[in-house]
């Protein structure tokens, strides 16, 4: 089936430095990916809409100029968390269109001290 | 705007018994897809069963089944023979439009525990 893979798994940085996130569809092309984010014993929230070729569509409350997303290619978007602070550290998953729901990557936990 | 409500925080059962999950949502659309998903500790989000606004009987996935109340707008998830595995967050999960390429919406979950 359907695979979607993240990188990387953990992240541990300190504050005020930026950090990359990828979400690659493996054997599928996704012209659409979508960004969540998870608080400890939280449900998942969507942060952002990723599109291949445009801007991303943000979610209110999101600040797109901390939480940069680029959809570079079919298979690959990244998050970058830039200016990481404290309050950033979440576990972040990424997601694509599969059938019928989304395909999840195994997320990405980030820890900023 | 769509909005999924699990009621549940935390839910125990005996190994063996089939337990229930509530859900329900509210939307305005006449298409709409509703989701359950398991997350282990790992993180990880398992897709178990689906169900469609427009589909006439309810879905079964193995021991997973979706109770579909569409008038009642209610999505419960039946377990049955719980096994120690399945001890996890369940999220009931809906999409806009249930064909289409839209996000999910999830609830806020429910904490199962099963109980040797």
């Known amino acids: 089936g359907a695979v979607v893979s993240q990188h990387p798994s953990w992240v541990i940085c300190k504050s005020g430095t930026s950090v990359k996130i990828e979400c690659r569809s493996l054997d599928f092309q996704a012209t659409t990916m979508f960004w969540y984010r998870q608080f400890p014993k939280q449900s998942l929230m969507l942060m952002a809409t990723?599109?291949?070729?445009?801007?991303?569509?943000?979610e209110q409350g999101v600040e797109k100029d901390k939480f940069l997303i680029n959809h570079a290619s079919l298979t690959l978007s990244t998050l970058t968390v830039t200016s990481a602070h404290p309050e950033d550290s979440s576990f972040y998953i990424c997601?694509?269109?599969?059938?019928?729901?989304?395909?999840f990557g195994p997320g990405t936990r980030l820890l900023v001290l | 705007a769509q909005k999924i409500t699990q009621t549940q925080p935390g839910m125990f059962v005996q190994e063996k018994e089939a337990v229930t999950l509530d859900c329900t949502y509210d939307?305005?659309?006449?298409?709409?897809?509703l989701f359950w998903y398991k997350q282990p500790s790992s993180g990880e989000m398992i897709f178990l069963i689906y169900?469609?606004?427009?589909?006439?009987q309810n879905a079964t996935e193995g021991r997973y089944s979706l109770n579909f109340q569409k008038a009642r707008k209610s999505a419960n998830l039946v377990i049955s023979a719980s096994q120690l595995g399945d001890s996890a967050m369940y999220f009931c999960?809906?999409?806009?439009?249930?064909?289409?390429?839209?996000?999910?919406?999830f609830g806020k979950g429910t904490r199962l525990s099963v109980i040797a």
């Open positions: 939307t305005s659309d006449p298409s709409y897809g």
């Open positions: 990723s599109n291949e070729g445009s801007k991303a569509t943000y």
């Open positions: 997601s694509a269109r599969g059938t019928p729901g989304l395909y």
């Open positions: 999960a809906m999409r806009r439009d249930a064909t289409g390429n839209t996000p999910l919406v």
């Open positions: 169900q469609g606004s427009y589909d006439q």
